[in-house]
Nanobody
Framework: QVQLEESGGGLVQPGGSLRLSCAAS????????MGWYRQAPGKERELVAH????????NYADSVKGRFTISRDNAKNTVYLQMRSLKPEDTAVYYC????????????WGQGTQVTVSS
C-alpha cells in the first residue's frame, strides 16, 4: 500500500522556522522525483519545491527561493522541506508528491500538513 505521510507542520510566528518531513512507503522511493506543494484557502495548489530522484537537482517557486530548502534521504525514504524566515503568506496546507519519471507516469500524494504563520 502506497503511503506518503507528512509531519512537522504547526503554528509559528513570522520569521520563524519549521521543518516538514514526508515519509514514503509502498513504492521504490529512489525511483521517484519528489515535490512539496501548498494550498492556501481559496487558492489553487502550487508547487513550492522539487527535487530529482538522486537529489542532485532542485528548483523552487520564486516566492520561497532563499528561504526554503528541499532535501531527501533515499536510505530513509523521506523528503524534507526546511522553511526559514516564514511569512504569513506561507500559511497553507503543505503536501508532498511522488512523481514517477518517464515512462512511469504514476504519482502519489500525501494528505497534507497545516502550516500557519501568525503572531
Amino acid at each position: 500500500q502506497v503511503q506518503l505521510e507528512e509531519s512537522g507542520g504547526g503554528l509559528v510566528q513570522p520569521g520563524g522556522s519549521l521543518r516538514l518531513s514526508c515519509a514514503a512507503s509502498g513504492f521504490t522511493f529512489r525511483n521517484y522525483a519528489m515535490g512539496w506543494y501548498r494550498q492556501a484557502p481559496g487558492k489553487e495548489r502550487e508547487l513550492v519545491a522539487h527535487i530529482t530522484r538522486t537529489g542532485t537537482s532542485t528548483n523552487y517557486a520564486d516566492s520561497v527561493k532563499g528561504r526554503f530548502t528541499i532535501s531527501r534521504d533515499n536510505a530513509k525514504n523521506t523528503v524534507y522541506l526546511q522553511m526559514r524566515s516564514l511569512k504569513p503568506e506561507d500559511t497553507a496546507v503543505y503536501y508532498c508528491k511522488a512523481q514517477g519519471v518517464v515512462p512511469n507516469s504514476a504519482q502519489y500524494w500525501g494528505q497534507g500538513t497545516q502550516v500557519t504563520v501568525s503572531s
